[in-house]
C-alpha cells in the first residue's frame, strides 16, 4: 500500500492587522480582557474583494513550490473551509481555476476541524492508489461571518490559509488519524441563517443570524475532554507514547484551551505550538498556518513526529499524527 507524506508546506495572511485597541474602539472591551481570556494581540482580515479562494490559491502556490511541482502535477485538490467564496460552485473549484489546476476538486466542511478532515481525505485517496499528489489547502475568512457589534465573538477570528502536498511514497508521513462528530451539538456554534433552513431575508439580517453565534464555554469544556482522548486513541493506533511527540499542534482557538490540553495529555507547554496572539482564530487554516511556521522556524527535521489537533463546530474534533519527512527549509 503506498503510504502519504508532506512534500510540501505553504501559508497566507493577508495583510490588514485588526488590533485588540482597533476593537476597544468598535465594542466594549479591553486589550487585558482579551490577551487574559485568549491570548490573542491582533488578527489579519482579508482585504475588500479578497476572498478565501484568494487565500487559499496564494497558500496552495507556495505548497506546490516548496515541494518543486506545478500546479498540473495535482490530481486532487481538496479545499477545508467554513467560509466558502460562494454555496457553489466549490470553493476548491474556483481554486483551482485561480492557480491553474486541472483536477477533482472538492470542498470539506468540518468547521475549524475542516483541515484534519481535508488531510484524512487525501491520506485515503493516497493509501486506495486512487490520487499520487493532493493538494489539501485549509482557508477562511470567517470575519466575513462575524457580527463587529458582538463583543463575545468578534474578538477571537482572524483570516488566513495553509496548504499541504501530500504524496505517494515507501515512507509513512501520516501514521494515524483519528476523527470524530456529535452533530446534537450543533447548537453550540453556529451561523444559523443563509443556508437552505433559514434563508437570508429582512427578518434574517434584523436578527442577526447571519452571523456566529457561539456558546464559549460549552465549546471550552468539549475542547479541553475529547481532544486528550483523541490523542491518546491515534496514538494507541500508532504504537507511540504521548512523549514522543516532538510538536503538538492544535487548532488555535483559545491560549488557555491550549494550556489545559497539554496539562492533561502531560505535554511541556513548550511542545505545544502557538501563534494565536498574532493570528486569533483563523479556523480551518490554523493547523497548516501553524505548521509552515514551525517549518520556517526550522524546528522540523526528518523524523519530527508531530501531531495536528482540530476541534469546532460540529461539533467535530480530529487528530493526525504526522511523521515530518522533509528536511527543514
Ligand atoms: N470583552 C469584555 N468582556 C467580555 C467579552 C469581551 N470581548 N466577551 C465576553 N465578555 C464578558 C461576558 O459578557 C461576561 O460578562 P458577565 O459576567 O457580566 O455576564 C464575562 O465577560 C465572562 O464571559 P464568559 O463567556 O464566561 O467568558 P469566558 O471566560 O468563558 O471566555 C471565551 C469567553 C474566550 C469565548 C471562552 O469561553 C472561549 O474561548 N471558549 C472557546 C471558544 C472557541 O474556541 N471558539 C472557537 C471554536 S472554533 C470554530 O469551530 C469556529
Given at each position: 500500500?503506498?503510504?502519504?507524506?508532506?512534500?510540501?508546506?505553504?501559508?497566507?495572511?493577508?495583510d490588514?492587522?485588526?488590533?485588540?485597541?482597533?476593537?476597544?474602539s468598535?465594542?466594549?472591551?479591553?486589550?487585558?480582557?482579551?490577551v487574559?481570556?485568549?491570548?490573542?494581540?491582533?488578527?489579519r482580515?482579508?482585504a475588500p474583494?479578497e476572498?478565501?479562494?484568494?487565500?487559499?490559491?496564494?497558500?496552495?502556490?507556495?505548497?506546490?513550490?516548496?515541494?518543486?511541482?506545478?500546479?498540473?502535477d495535482?490530481?486532487?485538490?481538496?479545499?477545508?473551509?467554513?467560509?466558502?467564496?460562494?454555496?457553489?460552485?466549490?470553493?476548491?473549484c474556483?481554486?483551482?481555476?485561480?492557480?491553474?489546476?486541472?483536477?477533482?476538486?472538492v470542498?470539506?466542511?468540518?468547521?475549524?476541524?475542516?483541515?484534519v478532515?481535508?488531510?484524512?481525505?487525501?491520506?485515503?485517496?493516497?493509501?486506495?492508489?486512487?490520487?499520487?499528489?493532493?493538494?489539501?489547502?485549509?482557508?477562511?475568512?470567517?470575519?466575513?461571518?462575524?457580527d463587529?457589534?458582538?463583543?463575545?465573538?468578534?474578538?477571537?477570528?482572524?483570516?488566513?490559509?495553509?496548504?499541504f502536498?501530500?504524496?505517494?511514497?515507501?515512507?509513512?508521513?501520516?501514521?494515524?488519524?483519528?476523527?470524530?462528530?456529535?452533530?446534537?451539538?450543533?447548537?453550540?456554534?453556529?451561523?444559523?441563517?443563509?443556508?437552505?433552513?433559514?434563508?437570508a431575508?429582512?427578518?434574517?439580517?434584523a436578527?442577526?443570524?447571519q452571523?456566529?453565534?457561539?456558546?464559549?464555554?460549552?465549546?471550552?469544556?468539549?475542547a479541553?475532554?475529547?481532544?486528550?482522548?483523541?490523542?491518546?486513541?491515534?496514538?494507541?493506533?500508532?504504537g507511540?507514547?504521548?512523549?514522543?511527540?516532538?510538536?503538538?499542534?492544535?487548532?488555535?482557538?483559545n491560549?488557555?484551551?491550549?494550556?489545559?490540553i497539554?496539562?492533561?495529555?502531560?505535554?511541556?507547554?513548550?511542545?505545544?505550538?502557538?501563534?494565536?496572539?498574532?493570528?486569533?482564530?483563523?479556523?480551518?487554516?490554523?493547523i497548516?498556518?501553524?505548521v509552515?511556521?514551525?517549518?520556517?522556524?526550522?524546528?522540523?527535521?526528518?523524523?519530527?513526529v508531530?501531531?495536528l489537533?482540530?476541534?469546532?463546530?460540529?461539533?467535530?474534533?480530529g487528530?493526525a499524527?504526522?511523521?515530518?519527512?522533509?528536511?527543514?527549509?
Open positions: 500500500m503506498p503510504h502519504a507524506r508532506i512534500t510540501g508546506v505553504g501559508s497566507y495572511l493577508p490588514a492587522i485588526l488590533t485588540n485597541a482597533d476593537l476597544e468598535m465594542v466594549d472591551t479591553s486589550d487585558e480582557w482579551i487574559t481570556r485568549t491570548g490573542i494581540r491582533e488578527r482580515l482579508a474583494g476572498t478565501t479562494s484568494d487565500l487559499a490559491a496564494h497558500a496552495a502556490l507556495r505548497a506546490l513550490a516548496d515541494a518543486g511541482l506545478e500546479p498540473r495535482v490530481d486532487l485538490l481538496v479545499v477545508g473551509t467554513s467560509s466558502p467564496d460562494k454555496i457553489f460552485p466549490s470553493t476548491a474556483i481554486t483551482a481555476a485561480k492557480i491553474g489546476a486541472a483536477c477533482p476538486a470542498d470539506v466542511m468540518a468547521a475549524c476541524t475542516s483541515f478532515y481535508a488531510l484524512h481525505h487525501a491520506t485515503c485517496a493516497i493509501e486506495a492508489g486512487r490520487a499520487r499528489t493532493v493538494l489539501v489547502i485549509g482557508a477562511d475568512a470567517l470575519t466575513r461571518h462575524v463587529f457589534t458582538d463583543r463575545t465573538t468578534c474578538v477571537l477570528f482572524g483570516d488566513g490559509a495553509g496548504a502536498v501530500v504524496q505517494a511514497g515507501d515512507e509513512q508521513g501520516v501514521l494515524a488519524i483519528d476523527l470524530g462528530a456529535d452533530g446534537t451539538r450543533g447548537d453550540v456554534l453556529e451561523i444559523p441563517a443563509c443556508g437552505a433552513a433559514m434563508p431575508s429582512e427578518e434574517v439580517l436578527k442577526r443570524f452571523f456566529i453565534r457561539m456558546n464559549g464555554q460549552e465549546v471550552f469544556k468539549f479541553v475532554r475529547v481532544i486528550p482522548q483523541s490523542v491518546k486513541a491515534a496514538l494507541a493506533a500508532s507511540l507514547a504521548v512523549e514522543q511527540i516532538d510538536w503538538l499542534v492544535p487548532h488555535q482557538a491560549q488557555r484551551i491550549l494550556d489545559t497539554a496539562d492533561r495529555l502531560g505535554l511541556p507547554h513548550e511542545r505545544v505550538f502557538s501563534n494565536i496572539a498574532t493570528t486569533g482564530n483563523t479556523s480551518a487554516a490554523s497548516p498556518l501553524a509552515d511556521a514551525l517549518y520556517t522556524g526550522r524546528n522540523l527535521h526528518p523524523g519530527s508531530v501531531g489537533v482540530g476541534f469546532g463546530a460540529g461539533l467535530t474534533w487528530y499524527l504526522v511523521r515530518w519527512t522533509k528536511e527543514a527549509r
